[in-house]
C-alpha cells in the first residue's frame, strides 16, 4: 500500500473529516464559516480537520480576500477518485440529508445578513 493511500485513509477516519466532505460533494466550494455554522462546531477545530483533509491531498484551499474557502481537490489520485467516489455512494441518505438542511439553513442566514448560531466560533478564517 503506498504511503498517499494510507495517508488518505487516516483523513477519512474521523467522523467530522467525514462531514466535511459530504458538505463538499453537495456544494463545489464552502467558506470555513459554513463549516463552523452547519457542523456547530468551533473555527479552531473545524480548521484542523480541514488542514487533515489538505494534507492528505484530498481538498485544496482559496483565498478571497480575507476568507478561505474549500472544495474537494482536482488533482486526485486515481485511488483517491475511487475511494471518494465509492464514499459518496456509502453516505446514509437521512443521515446526508440532515446535514445539508443545516448547511441551507446557514447559507440561507448567511446570505440574509445572519449571524452565526451562539458560541460557533468566528464568522471565517483568514489565511495568515
Known amino acids: 500500500m503506498s504511503r498517499s493511500l494510507a ?3 487516516k483523513a477519512l477516519s474521523e467522523e467530522t473529516r467525514l462531514q466535511i466532505l459530504m458538505l463538499l460533494f453537495a456544494r463545489e466550494e464552502l467558506c470555513v464559516c459554513d463549516f463552523v455554522e452547519t457542523l456547530q462546531m468551533t473555527q479552531s477545530k473545524v480548521s484542523r480537520h480541514l488542514r487533515y483533509l489538505y494534507n492528505a491531498g484530498l481538498v485544496e484551499d482559496r483565498r478571497a480576500g480575507l ?4 472544495r474537494i481537490s482536482p488533482d486526485l489520485s486515481r485511488e483517491q477518485r475511487i475511494i471518494l467516489e465509492t464514499l459518496r455512494n456509502c453516505i446514509d441518505e437521512n443521515y446526508k440529508q440532515e446535514l445539508l438542511d443545516r448547511l441551507e439553513e446557514w447559507l440561507k442566514r448567511k ?5 452565526p448560531m451562539p458560541d460557533a466560533g468566528q464568522r471565517c478564517e483568514r489565511k495568515t
Not at 446570505?111 to 449571524?115: D, I, Q, Y
Request: hydrophobic letters at 40%.
Open 111 to 115: 446570505a440574509a445578513g445572519g449571524t
Open 67 to 70: 476568507w478561505i474557502h474549500y
Open 7 to 9: 495517508t488518505t485513509f
